[in-house]
């Protein structure tokens, strides 16, 4: 069993920034890639950000010099920090890890956390 548990979301203006932060723990032999999704009201859930385990990285052209996504391999969890804020930002905000365990490899994800950019 893996669990990836975020935390970081909130209120913040226009222009502001947060940093949101996941780990994964449980039975984990090792992780690919991680990375950050994100769903808006309406909207389908969309790509932010992922780093593999060599620390390439890949972002949404929406969020490309604003966003830094970065992980840490000996804590089992990734960032994200997100500067200049926009209103579209505004979403529920998702945490993937791409998961070897001893049954199974696959895509894990965490419970989300909102991220609300308003004045």
């Known amino acids: 069993q893996v669990q990836l548990v975020e935390s970081g979301g909130g209120l913040v203006q226009p222009g502001g920034s947060l940093r949101l932060s996941c780990a994964a723990s449980g039975s984990i032999f090792a992780i690919n890639s991680m990375g950050w999704y994100r769903q808006a009201p309406g909207k389908e859930r969309e790509l932010v950000a992922t780093?593999?385990?060599?620390?390439?990285?890949n972002y949404a052209d929406s969020v490309k010099g604003r966003f830094t996504i970065s992980r840490d391999n000996a804590k089992n969890a990734v960032y994200l920090q997100m500067n200049s804020l926009k209103p579209e930002d505004t979403a529920v905000y998702y945490c993937t890890a791409h998961v070897e365990t001893t049954l199974r490899i696959g895509m894990y994800w965490g419970q989300g956390t909102q991220v609300t950019v308003s004045s």
């Open positions: 780093v593999t385990g060599r620390d390439d990285t």
